[in-house]
C-alpha cells in the first residue's frame, strides 16, 4: 500500500492473494463474504467483536429535537440506528505508536 491514503477492498484482496497464495479471485470472494457477515451480523442487531482490532455495535438513537444550522429553526429528528466502533487497545497502542513516513 504504498503511496496511497485509503486502503480499499481491492488492496485487500491483493494483502491476501500474497499472504495466503489463493487465486486473486478466491481471495476477492473471501474479502466479500467476510465484510458480508459483518454487515449481516449488523442488521440483525448483533454486536460483531473483532479480537485485538474492536467491537462494532448498533446502537438505538432516540428521536430528539435538532436545529436546522443555516435557518435555526427547531427541527425534528427521527429515531435511527447508528453504527459505533470502538477500537481494541492492541489497535489503539499500534496507531499511537507508529511512525508515520511521508
Known sequence: MTGQ???TR????EAVHEEVGLSRQE???LVE???ELVV???ERGETVKLS???VFQVREK???MGRNPKTGEPAAINPRRVISFRASQIMKSR???AVVED
Open 5 to 7: 491514503q485509503t486502503l
Open 10 to 13: 481491492a488492496d485487500l484482496c
Open 27 to 29: 481471495c476477492s470472494g
Open 33 to 35: 463474504r467476510t465484510l
Open 40 to 42: 449481516e451480523s449488523l
Open 52 to 54: 485485538g482490532f474492536g
Open 62 to 64: 432516540r428521536a430528539r
Open 95 to 97: 496507531v499511537h505508536d
